[in-house]
T-cell receptor
Framework: EDQVTQSPEALRLQEGESSSLNCSYTVSGLRGLFWYRQDPGKGPEFLFTLYSAGEEKEKERLKATLTKKESFLHITAPKPEDSATYLCAVQAGNFNKFYFGSGTKLNVKP | KAGVTQTPRYLIKTRGQQVTLSCSPISGHRSVSWYQQTPGQGLQFLFEYFSETQRNKGNFPGRFSGRQFSNSRSEMNVSTLELGDSALYLC????????????FGEGSRLTVL
């Protein structure tokens, strides 16, 4: 069965304290892995797409990497405004069907 | 460029009633997907429409249904509401038929009493 697991469920960091979020997946026919950010009361907002093992994408303090079984979202020197829930999703099979992980809730304290 | 618009944003229903939620995708986007988000289950795929055709369906009972109109706007309907249907219902659109990032609306929060 296709499955996406994110860890940790919650993460508290001090401002400037770098860390990584994990997304592991078991899907057949991976077509892409996506990272989203979701703020309270809002819909998820797209961050990155990764298509093949070894691929990396960067945006400001965030860097996403992909292996054959997992993806990491590295957060370097986070700021309080990075506080949000980060969701990982995989696209498998045909058309626009995505499997989401349950998310990592990040809280960055000043 | 306007984003994905969902209406209503909040609604309260009682068990046994039915509800219809509406979604207007980004202009030019022809694929519309619906997701249910709950604290316990996270985001779960309901169904996806492209050019008025349902192409994918998630593991939800038949009480959940949807449709897409020729202008790409979509509606989803839940009949015979149960307490467990309380959730945030998110609509997302994509430009391409087969790939690409999802653009989400802000959701319709349904509370079933």
């Amino acid at each position: 069965e296709d499955q996406v697991t994110q860890s940790p469920e919650a993460l508290r960091l001090q401002e400037g304290e770098s860390s990584s979020l994990n997304c592991s997946y078991t899907v057949s026919g991976l077509r892409g892995l996506f990272w989203y950010r979701q703020d309270p009361g809002k819909g998820p907002e797209f961050l990155f797409t990764l298509y093949s093992a070894g691929e990396e994408k960067e945006k400001e303090r965030l860097k996403a990497t992909l292996t054959k079984k997992e993806s990491f979202l590295h957060i370097t020197a986070p700021k309080p405004e990075d506080s949000a829930t980060y969701l990982c999703a995989v696209q498998a099979g045909n058309f626009n069907k995505f499997y989401f992980g349950s998310g990592t809730k990040l809280n960055v304290k000043p | 460029k306007a984003g994905v618009t969902q209406t209503p944003r909040y609604l309260i229903k009682t068990r046994g009633q039915q509800v219809t939620l509406s979604c207007s995708p980004i202009s030019g986007h022809r694929s519309v997907s619906w997701y249910q988000q709950t604290p316990g289950q996270g985001l779960q795929f309901l169904f996806e429409y492209f050019s008025e055709t349902q192409r994918n369906k998630g593991n939800f009972p038949g009480r959940f249904s949807g449709r897409q109109f020729s202008n790409s706007r979509s509606e989803m309907n839940v009949s015979t509401l149960e307490l467990g249907d309380s959730a945030l219902y998110l609509c997302a659109s994509t430009r391409d038929a087969d790939t690409g990032e999802l653009f989400f609306g802000e959701g319709s929060r349904l509370t079933v009493l």
